[in-house]
């Protein structure tokens, strides 16, 4: 399997024009690739664009700088612009899995900036990595390589930080579980509770997201193309990415953890592009990283050698009794903890969801529709019913 090792570089000066020269070369390959296919009756095949973008335009005045940069990353991006249109008519013609990819966008100057090697277009030397027509760069080598590298992406955040992004070859590894499976139910406050009773806190980033909305109001009064504007909106981008790098540091830790115990991991599968038309939660529930989560563990799953499962968004996993089975009514989210009528056990909510989760999983559910016909079926939001309910313990 391939894996992605990303590690973060500071090039001299004299290097990082260099850099700014060549992502200039590549943003200005894919937009002029892009304009000749819109404007096109039938879309031109990647050779032919790689001939009129690059080789011929190199002979003009106009475009003769592009000759000043290596070759490869030109040529790659015009790759990377047919695959992002094959990625496009796949996802309209339904053949594409996941949310629908829209049409290929032009790329900006003040967006995050990429070009990527191939063989023959770097090379590992002494510790650090010859680019073609860079020089020689030294990453911070945090871990060392497990394979030789197929390709390395120069990459340039909108923080202006340099990252070298290695894809390699990884060997899964066999090793035993201490748990034979896990049921993992996601939330905000509590990011995760797991069927064996453990919780996982999501980090707050409360503090982080007050500093963003007070620099985004300030941004909003500076004047378009100013050299404020510009040192605000890298504040807003440092800002930005402390945010992601303690989400997916908490996700990978808490990712490894899950993966590293338990044989089976089993998650549910959320409707989250619906959550986000919720207007009062829709940032809090960006922000968690549920996608992202389910990411990592799936790749971890299939490098450790786990199974991996993910069950229908449609299983009442909140409104069933774990114990025995009785399935309540639809209750609302403000209630954190249920007294079952049927069985008189009091369960708490994120827990017997995660526990429905793992029995789902494993084909181990309850017959419901049977416990439904033995115990007659109330509203739990009823006054009648309002020691079924205990005090709710907040979110």
């Not at 700014?20 to 070369?25: M, N, P, R, V």
């Not at 996700?251 to 038309?277: A, F, P, R």
């Amino acid at each position: 399997m391939k894996a992605r090792f990303r590690y973060r570089f500071y090039p001299t000066s004299q290097q990082q024009q260099s850099l700014a020269q060549l992502f200039g070369c590549v943003r200005v390959v894919w937009n002029d690739s892009l304009a000749l296919c819109k404007q096109s009756e039938k879309k031109p095949s990647s050779t032919q664009l790689q001939k009129v973008v690059i080789t011929q335009a190199k002979k003009t005045e106009e475009r003769a700088w592009l000759s000043e940069v290596s070759n490869i990353p030109l040529q790659q991006s015009v790759t990377d612009l047919e695959a992002a249109f094959k990625n496009f008519f796949h996802s309209c013609k339904g053949k594409r899995k996941g949310r629908k990819v829209g049409y290929p966008k032009f790329k900006k100057r003040t967006n995050s900036q990429s070009a990527r090697f191939r063989i023959g277009g770097f090379s590992l030397k002494n510790g650090g990595v010859y680019l073609a027509k860079i020089g020689i760069v030294n990453p911070i080598w945090s871990r060392s390589l497990p394979s030789e590298p197929s390709s390395v992406t120069v990459i340039k955040d909108c923080a202006n930080r340099y990252f070298l992004s290695f894809v390699v070859e990884v060997q899964p590894i066999k090793s035993e579980a201490k748990n034979q499976s896990i049921g993992i139910d996601l939330g905000i406050k509590t990011f995760a509770v797991m069927s064996n009773g453990e919780k996982a806190e999501s980090p707050s980033y409360k503090k982080l997201d007050r500093k963003v909305h007070k620099l985004q109001r300030k941004e909003a009064r500076q004047p378009k193309d100013s050299k404020r504007r510009n040192v605000t909106r890298i504040k807003i981008a440092k800002l930005h990415n402390r945010i992601a790098d303690t989400r997916r540091d908490f996700l990978h830790k808490l990712s490894t953890k899950v993966v590293n115990e338990n044989q089976v991991i089993i998650l549910e599968d959320l409707n989250v592009s619906g959550m986000l038309k919720n207007r009062k939660l829709s940032r809090a529930i960006s922000q968690q990283g549920w996608r992202e989560f389910r990411t990592f563990c799936e790749t971890k799953s299939e490098k450790f050698g786990r199974e991996f499962q993910v069950i229908s968004r449609w299983e009442p996993t909140s409104q069933v009794c774990v114990d025995c089975g009785f399935k309540w009514d639809k209750i609302d989210l403000s209630i954190r903890s249920v007294l079952c009528p049927s069985c008189g056990t009091e369960q708490d909510r994120d827990k017997n969801a995660s526990r429905n989760i793992e029995k789902v999983g494993m084909g181990n559910r309850h017959d419901y529709k049977r416990a439904q016909r033995d115990c007659q079926t109330i509203s739990v939001a009823e006054p009648c019913e309002a020691s079924s309910i205990t005090a709710p313990s907040g979110r």
